[in-house]
């Protein structure tokens, strides 16, 4: 089955900084790669995603970035705010269409 | 709220008993998805229907639990003679197979097995 790494487990950056978090995943037939963003208590929310014909997209403050060749993709937040603080899985979804999430990044933005 | 959701939010039980949740997806979402999600962890898969069919059952489920979706809309996860190490969140999922890209989560059951 399907495998997905997540580094770093945690990440402080000063308000104004961007963050990176990188993940991979061992399934070369995975072909979609959703974000969660998860507020303490709350229920995961997708902030963006990729699909493998894709190289990069970007939405704002947000950028994913994904190498098939290598089986990586990372998740690129600009210009933080207080409110980007949260958990942030990704994920990695093959043809059978269930999702393999990472363990988390507790990223935690300081004023 | 058009949104998944689930019922109840959290449960406190014992253990040995048995307990079951309810979700109910978002209207005309014909795959729903049950995921584990234990502290500092991400979300498991469990399981996952597409209508009424129930395709694919991780080996995370035990034969205490079984998951059902008769009419292909809420689903209920039932789980027999809990033990401690059931202890987690719940969270259910939906998607629209037509429009696969997303999963759109639930609030969640919090369980604790005391």
């Known amino acids: 089955g399907e495998n997905v790494e997540q580094h770093p487990s945690t990440l402080s950056v000063q308000e104004g900084d961007s963050a990176v978090i990188k993940c991979t995943y061992s399934d070369s037939a995975s072909n979609y790669f959703p974000w969660y963003k998860q507020e303490l208590g709350k229920r995961p929310q997708l902030i963006i995603d990729i699909r493998s014909n894709v190289g990069e997209k970007k939405d704002q403050r947000i950028a994913v970035t994904l190498n098939k060749t290598a089986k990586h993709f990372s998740l690129h937040i600009t210009e933080t705010q207080p409110e980007d603080s949260a958990v942030y899985f990704c994920?990695?979804?093959?043809?059978?269409?269930?999702?393999?999430f990472g363990a988390g990044t507790t990223v935690t933005v300081r004023a | 709220d058009t949104g998944v959701s689930q019922d109840p939010r959290h449960k406190i039980t014992k253990r040995g008993q048995n307990v079951t949740f309810r979700c109910d997806p978002i209207?005309?979402?014909?795959?729903l998805y049950w995921y584990r999600q234990t502290l500092g962890q991400g979300p498991e898969f469990l399981t996952y229907?597409?209508?009424?069919?129930?395709?694919?059952k991780s080996r995370l489920l035990s034969d205490r639990f079984s998951a059902e979706r008769p009419k292909g809309s809420f689903s209920t996860l039932e789980i027999q003679r809990t033990e401690q190490g059931d202890s987690a969140m719940y969270l259910c999922a939906s998607a629209d197979l037509a429009v696969d890209n997303e999963q759109f989560f639930g609030p969640g059951t919090r369980l604790t097995v005391l």
């Open positions: 229907f597409q209508n009424e069919a129930q395709l694919e």
């Open positions: 209207s005309e979402h014909n795959r």
């Open positions: 994920a990695a979804r093959s043809n059978d269409y269930k999702l393999s």
